[in-house]
Nanobody
């Protein structure tokens, strides 16, 4: 499956952005989906994940209550609504797809990755 992330941009602190991840070339609904991010000079870290049927969601503590992950299997697309953005949320955001029996919160649980979309939050 190929993944294309979009929706990044420059936003002021306290603002909002909505990221999208469009999938093609595979059966989107069989995959658990996730978002990771990588800030300059730092390792890539888990942000959020969602199960195949949207029945379960997982969030990193740093974004819990501010970010909301969702998916529309009819459109082969995953989303992440990001509210109350902070400068420390500045990073390249990557979407990923993995099989449900793998770990949801770690990179090794995902087999397919998108190219990343850059989010910059100014103070």
């Amino acid at each position: 499956v190929q993944l294309q992330a979009s929706g990044g941009g420059l936003v002021q602190s306290g603002g909002s952005l909505r990221l999208s991840c469009a999938a093609s070339g595979g059966t989107f609904s069989v995959y658990r989906m996730g978002w990771f991010r990588q800030a300059p000079g730092k390792e890539r870290e888990f942000v959020a994940a969602i199960s195949r049927s949207s029945g379960s969601t997982y969030y990193a503590d740093l974004v819990k209550g501010r970010f909301t992950i969702s998916r529309d299997n009819s459109k082969n697309t995953m989303y992440m609504q990001m509210n109350s953005l902070k400068p420390e949320d500045t990073a390249a955001y990557y979407c990923a797809a993995g099989y449900p029996n793998r770990v949801a919160t770690r990179e090794l649980g995902y087999d397919y990755w998108g190219q990343g979309t850059l989010v910059t939050v100014s103070s």
